[in-house]
């Protein structure tokens, strides 16, 4: 019976896939939309790209279907059946797929994206970082001004901040899959996860926790 039950995990997913998914390199510097669809085709199921997929992502001219492999795997496949590229679901809802020489790709639902896209336009604007007993140590400012790569915007701090964020020295920000990335020139990196709308904890948690408050 375990054949079977491979075979209904497999059905349970392809019914699950239809409808439309956002296509994007990771940080949806670059998006595509793709309609996926119950029909079947002669290699696989049916599917629609926006007009303008080709520009955004050019291997997707090649993408003529889409099928389920395994328990876990969506195919998009060329006109033969042979797979475009291969992408394995990561977390619910979310699948990553490498293609040799250009890097990976994420397919979401469409609408989990645009609110991904919604809430990275409420993280602009003025920012306090405070110490969990409530002492504010700086105050930043987060904008849309794209910063080195299409994927990161430019951060600034203001003055009179805290020597141990002065020596981070934060440049730039970006939303990873729901977490706020502060970067410094020198590579260094600060995670920082939502605790409400209005703040944000800086990961790993600490005994004495540095928060990020709207201010």
């Given at each position: 019976?375990?054949?079977a039950?491979r075979?209904?995990?497999?059905?349970?997913?392809?019914k699950?896939?239809?409808?439309?998914?956002?296509?994007?390199?990771?940080?949806?510097?670059?998006?595509?939309?793709?309609?996926?669809?119950?029909?079947?085709?002669?290699?696989?199921?049916?599917?629609?790209?926006?007009p303008?997929?080709?520009?955004?992502?050019?291997f997707?001219?090649?993408i003529?279907s889409?099928?389920?492999?395994?328990?876990?795997?969506?195919?998009?496949?060329?006109?033969?059946?042979q797979?475009?590229?291969?992408?394995?679901?990561?977390?619910?809802?979310?699948?990553?797929?490498?293609?040799?020489?250009?890097g990976?790709?994420?397919l979401?639902?469409?609408?989990?994206?645009?609110?991904?896209a919604?809430?990275?336009?409420?993280?602009?604007?003025?920012?306090?970082?405070?110490?969990?007993?409530g002492?504010?140590?700086?105050?930043?400012?987060?904008?849309?001004?794209?910063?080195?790569?299409?994927?990161?915007?430019?951060?600034?701090?203001?003055?009179r901040?805290?020597?141990?964020?002065?020596?981070?020295?934060?440049?730039?920000?970006?939303?990873?899959?729901?977490?706020?990335?502060?970067?410094?020139?020198?590579?260094?990196?600060?995670?920082?996860e939502?605790?409400?709308?209005?703040?944000?904890?800086?990961?790993?948690?600490?005994a004495?926790?540095?928060?990020m408050?709207?201010?």
């Amino acid at each position: 019976m375990p054949g079977a039950a491979r075979a209904d995990d497999g059905s349970k997913l392809t019914k699950a896939m239809v409808g439309q998914w956002e296509l994007s390199t990771t940080e949806r510097s670059k998006t595509c939309v793709v309609t996926l669809k119950p029909d079947t085709t002669p290699q696989g199921l049916k599917l629609e790209l926006e007009p303008g997929c080709t520009a955004a992502l050019p291997f997707t001219k090649d993408i003529a279907s889409w099928s389920v492999k395994g328990l876990d795997i969506v195919r998009l496949q060329d006109a033969s059946g042979q797979s475009v590229i291969d992408l394995t679901e990561v977390e619910s809802g979310i699948f990553e797929g490498m293609r040799s020489g250009e890097g990976i790709y994420i397919l979401q639902n469409l609408a989990a994206a645009r609110s991904l896209a919604k809430s990275m336009d409420q993280m602009i604007g003025d920012w306090s970082m405070v110490r969990g007993s409530g002492r504010a140590i700086c105050g930043l400012t987060l904008t849309n001004t794209e910063a080195a790569t299409p994927d990161n915007f430019a951060a600034f701090l203001k003055p009179r901040c805290d020597p141990m964020v002065t020596s981070f020295a934060p440049t730039m920000w970006r939303l990873e899959r729901g977490v706020l990335v502060l970067m410094s020139d020198r590579g260094e990196v600060w995670r920082f996860e939502a605790d409400d709308n209005a703040q944000w904890r800086k990961t790993p948690d600490s005994a004495d926790p540095l928060l990020m408050m709207r201010q």
